[in-house]
């Protein structure tokens, strides 16, 4: 369902001068930056909303409801630093595009649907990601999660570090 997220990232990515690949299993939405000879390196951020009513209280708080498949009605906020990870991966995809004579290879920026249901990133493999919308196959894949942790704070480690799955 995250069909404005989706059109806000490709919107984005076009104004930055990357190839944009969009309706990915159902709402997924793809950037390819090409810069010469390299790696290819793949940027994934979760983008889908949760069903949580935002209580923050803030003028810009999620008053969005939406209706599931089952036919109930819910609130959706994006919760879980899902805004945060959409706003990290356009940063980087702008600070990239504006600095295109430090690097070279190519950057894939994926806008990944339903995160949370653990069906988004099945649904655009499935849905061809990398044959009928021509996504170039990954060197190197990165994916970033907030935490509760003190600001400032950056833990990696290569593998899976807070939760994953496999199809």
């Given at each position: 369902?995250?069909?404005?997220?989706?059109?806000?990232?490709?919107?984005?990515?076009?104004?930055?001068?990357?190839?944009?690949?969009?309706?990915?299993?159902?709402?997924?939405?793809?950037?390819?930056l090409?810069?010469?000879?390299?790696?290819?390196?793949?940027?994934?951020?979760?983008?889908?909303?949760?069903?949580?009513?935002?209580?923050?209280?803030?003028?810009?708080?999620?008053?969005?409801?939406v209706?599931?498949?089952?036919?109930?009605?819910?609130?959706?906020?994006?919760?879980?630093?899902?805004?945060?990870?959409?706003?990290?991966?356009?940063?980087?995809?702008?600070?990239?595009?504006?600095?295109?004579?430090?690097?070279?290879?190519?950057?894939?920026?994926?806008g990944?649907?339903?995160?949370e249901?653990?069906?988004?990133?099945?649904?655009?493999?499935?849905?061809?990601?990398?044959?009928?919308?021509?996504?170039?196959?990954?060197?190197?894949?990165?994916?970033?999660?907030?935490?509760?942790?003190?600001?400032?704070?950056?833990?990696?480690?290569?593998?899976?570090?807070?939760?994953?799955?496999?199809?």
């Open positions: 369902m995250e069909t404005r997220t989706a059109g806000i990232i490709a919107r984005k990515f076009e104004t930055l001068g990357y190839e944009v690949r969009t309706g990915i299993g159902e709402t997924g939405v793809v950037g390819i090409r810069n010469g000879d390299g790696p290819t390196v793949m940027y994934r951020a979760d983008m889908d909303a949760n069903a949580v009513e935002e209580a923050t209280g803030l003028d810009y708080a999620s008053t969005v409801r209706t599931r498949p089952d036919g109930v009605e819910v609130p959706v906020a994006h919760m879980c630093g899902h805004d945060a990870h959409v706003t990290w991966m356009l940063g980087v995809a702008k600070v990239m595009a504006e600095n295109k004579d430090i690097w070279s290879g190519t950057l894939i920026f994926v990944q649907p339903a995160e249901p653990i069906t988004g990133a099945a649904a655009m493999v499935d849905d061809g990601l990398y044959t009928t919308h021509d996504v170039p196959i990954p060197d190197y894949l990165l994916a970033l999660h907030t935490a509760p942790v003190a600001t400032g704070l950056v833990a990696a480690r290569s593998g899976t570090i807070m939760a994953g799955t496999e199809k």
